[in-house]
């Protein structure tokens, strides 16, 4: 699998003052359906945990990790989605349902990111 990383602004929901934002290191790819950022990185936006769930990593460990809310953002593209509280060892991923409300797709062969063609608006 090929990954590369990407800064997006992360800022709670309702929130869009500079001050507030974040723009942590994640790695793109399609290794996860959601994002996974820093727990420490997400209290200091003030997004609060909203729910527990379990994950299965790829060596076959399973986890359980806090979910909330944020809204991210790839230049003047902003999406909300369901983003885990990353505990230490964890990777800081872009998920892929982040992705798709982006309406962005991952280009691994050029590493980066790129308009999602495919698309259809509703």
């Not at 997400?42 to 729910?51: A, D, H, T, V």
């Not at 990790?65 to 809204?71: C, I």
Request: proline share 5%.
């Amino acid at each position: 699998m090929s990954l590369f990383c990407v800064r997006p602004e992360v800022y709670a929901p309702g929130i869009r003052e500079v001050s507030v934002k974040a723009r942590p290191r994640l790695l793109a790819g399609t290794a996860s359906d959601l994002s996974w950022v820093c727990s420490r990185t997400l209290q200091s936006l003030g997004i609060q945990p909203e729910k527990e769930l379990q994950f299965t990593f790829p060596d076959g460990e399973k986890v359980i990790r806090q979910v909330g809310f944020a809204v991210v953002a790839c230049g003047n593209v902003h999406t909300i989605d369901e983003i885990v509280f990353g505990q230490p060892g964890d990777l800081q991923l872009l998920g892929t349902r982040t992705l798709e409300g982006l309406r962005l797709a991952v280009d691994l062969n050029r590493r980066r990111l790129v308009r999602d063609e495919n698309v259809i608006a509703a």
